[in-house]
C-alpha cells in the first residue's frame, strides 16, 4: 500500500509539472519552462530522482542545452534545510555544543545536495573545515523510493522475460546499497582516507583531510578546499588552466582507480569536482564509491583493449569466459553482432565517438544472446559515461579511447607479462615460506585420519603405476642399447 501510495504521488507530480509533454518529439520540443518544471519535479520527487537528474545533467551530448544547464544546478543547489536544525543535528550527532567544537559556524550551506548539505565552519585551533550534515528525515524518504523500484523490479521479472535477463532486482539491490553507504558518513569519512591514501604526493588529484575526531554517523568533518568548480570553464580558461591537458588528467585520473585500485570515486558529476590554482582536481563528496574485483577488473581491460584493436572474437570470447553469455551461444554469431554495432562507429574519428553510445547499442544488441547485466559494473559504467561527458565538456576535442590506451596496455603488461608473475611470486611467498617446512606433518596428519585406507591406496596406485613407467622406459632403452650395438 505504502508503495502504491508512492506511485499515486509520482505520478500526480508528472501531470502538475506537465512532464507528458516530454514524450512527443523530446529534444525538439519548444517549450521555454520545460527545463525548470522539469527540474522542480525531479525536486519534488525526492533525492533518488534528484540523483538521477544530476547523472542526466553530465550528459550534454545527449540531452538539450536548455535541459544540461537546468538539471545541473541539482549538483550543488538543491534548496537547503534550515540552519537551525543544521546546528541541531550536528549537536545531537557529536553530543555537544557547536561552541565547544567550532569557533565558528556558518548559518547559510554552502552546498546542498540531495542526501545532505555542507557548512563551512572554523575549528578552535583556527582550521577552516566543511561540515557536510545528513538531511533530516532523509532515511525514509529514501527507504520508501527503494521499496517502490523493488516492487516494481520485481514485477518487471514476474512479467517479462526480457525483465528477467535485465536482473532488475540485483540491479535495485546495488544502488540501495551504494544509498546506504552513502547515509552513513562514517563510511564516507573512510572512502576519502582510503583514496587520499592512494592518490598520495599525486600531481593530479588532491582528496581533503578527514577530521576523525568530529565525525559521527551524520556528520563529517574534513579540511576545507579551494577551488574553481570544474562546470564553470570560462573563470578556468580566465585562470590560464590547460583544459586539454586537465581533461586528459581526468582519464588519468578513472584508469588508475579503476585498473590500479579497484576502487573509484562513483559519483564525478561536476558538483563534486574542483580544480585548485595549481591545476590539480580536488575530489568531493566520497558517499559512493566503487569496487572492482580482479576478475571485474581483467574483463574490463581485455574488452576495452580488444574494442581498440577492433578484435571482436576476442571482445565475444571474453564475454563467454566471464559466463555472461549462455552455454551453447555460437561464437561467430555473437563476434558478428558486436562487429555491426562497431564497425560503423569506428569509420569516424576516435575523437568523434561517444562512449555512451556505443554502450547503448551493445546493450540492444546483447538482447538477442541473452546477455546478463552485472550489477557489480553498473556504477562503473554510470561513473565512465560521466567522465566521458566531463571530458568533452573542457575539451570538445577529447579522444576518449586515444587517453585510456596507454594505461590499458601499461595494466596488461603488468599483471599478465614476466612483471605481472614476478609481482604474483613476491606476493605469494610469504604464505610458502610459512606453509612448505609444515607439507609434511600436514601429509603425515592426513594419511594418519586416513581411517579407510582410501587416500594411501590411492597413493600406493600412483607410485605402483610410476614404478611400472619407470620399468618400461627401462626397457626401451636396453632394448634401444642392443640395437645399436647390433647395428655396429
Request: hydrophobic share 50%; with cysteine.
Amino acid at each position: 500500500m505504502a508503495s502504491l501510495a508512492r506511485l499515486a504521488r509520482i505520478l500526480w507530480i508528472g501531470l502538475r509539472y506537465r512532464l507528458y509533454r516530454f514524450l512527443p518529439r523530446f529534444a525538439a520540443e519548444s517549450d521555454p519552462g520545460r527545463a525548470v518544471r522539469l527540474r522542480e519535479a525531479l525536486e519534488a520527487l525526492g533525492p533518488i530522482f534528484v540523483k538521477f537528474g544530476q547523472v542526466l545533467s553530465t550528459r550534454r551530448d545527449l540531452l538539450p542545452a536548455d535541459l544540461a544547464d537546468e538539471l545541473a544546478k541539482l549538483q550543488d543547489r538543491v534548496p537547503p534545510f534550515a540552519p537551525q536544525l543544521a546546528r541541531a543535528e550536528v549537536e545531537r550527532a557529536l553530543g555537544r555544543s557547536t561552541a565547544e567544537v567550532f569557533a565558528g559556524f556558518s548559518p547559510e550551506a554552502e552546498a546542498s545536495a540531495s542526501v545532505a548539505q555542507v557548512h563551512l565552519a572554523t575549528l578552535l585551533d583556527g582550521t577552516e573545515v566543511a561540515v557536510k550534515v545528513l538531511r533530516p528525515g532523509v532515511e525514509r524518504a529514501i527507504a520508501k523510493d527503494v521499496a517502490l523500484l523493488q516492487a516494481a523490479a520485481a514485477l518487471l521479472e514476474r512479467l517479462s522475460s526480457e525483465g528477467r535477463r535485465l536482473r532488475p532486482r540485483e540491479v535495485v539491490a546495488e544502488f540501495a546499497r551504494h544509498l546506504e553507504d552513502e547515509m552513513d558518513l562514517m563510511r564516507e569519512a573512510s572512502h576519502a582516507s582510503q583514496l587520499a591514501r592512494n592518490f598520495e604526493g599525486s600531481a593530479l588529484l588532491h582528496v581533503p583531510r578527514v577530521y576523525w575526531e568530529h565525525c559521527a554517523q551524520r556528520v563529517m568533518v574534513m579540511q576545507r578546499m579551494h577551488g574553481t568548480p570544474i562546470s564553470q570553464v570560462a573563470a578556468l580558461r580566465k585562470k590560464g588552466v590547460d583544459l586539454p591537458r586537465l581533461s586528459r588528467a581526468g582519464v588519468e585520473i578513472f584508469f588508475t582507480q579503476v585498473l590500479r585500485d579497484g576502487f573509484f570515486h562513483a559519483d564525478m558529476h561536476p558538483g563534486n569536482i574542483l580544480v585548485s590554482d595549481d591545476g590539480r582536481y580536488v575530489a568531493l563528496d566520497f558517499g559512493i564509491m566503487g569496487t572492482l574485483t580482479e576478475r571485474d577488473q581483467e574483463y574490463l581491460a581485455h574488452n576495452l583493449l580488444a574494442f581498440f584493436k577492433r578484435d571482436y572474437k576476442r571482445v565475444a570470447q571474453a564475454h563467454l569466459d566471464a559466463g555472461w553469455v549462455p552455454e551453447g551461444t555460437r561464437l561467430d554469431e555473437f563476434e558478428a553482432a558486436i562487429r555491426a554495432v562497431c564497425e560503423p562507429i569506428f569509420a569516424r574519428p576516435l575523437k568523434d565517438i561517444s562512449f555512451g553510445r556505443l554502450l547503448l547499442r551493445l546493450f540492444q544488441t546483447s538482447r538477442r544472446f541473452n546477455v546478463e547485466v552485472q550489477p557489480q559494473l553498473v556504477m562503473l559504467q554510470k561513473t565512465l559515461l560521466n567522465v566521458e561527458g566531463l571530458g568533452r565538456e573542457l575539451d570538445p576535442e577529447l579522444d576518449l579511447w586515444a587517453a585510456a590506451k596507454p594505461y590499458l596496455e601499461r595494466w596488461m603488461d603488468e599483471r599478465i607479462g614476466w612483471r605481472g608473475l614476478a609481482r604474483s611470486l613476491a606476493r605469494e611467498a610469504p604464505y610458502w615460506a610459512a606453509t612448505l617446512p609444515a607439507l609434511p606433518r600436514l601429509a603425515h596428519r592426513l594419511l594418519a585420519q586416513d581411517r579407510a585406507g582410501e587416500l594411501a591406496a590411492a597413493l600406493e596406485r600412483l607410485a605402483e603405476e610410476s614404478r611400472r613407467r619407470n620399468r618400461l622406459l627401462a626397457g626401451v632403452i636396453v632394448a634401444l642399447i642392443v640395437l645399436g650395438v647390433l647395428a655396429l
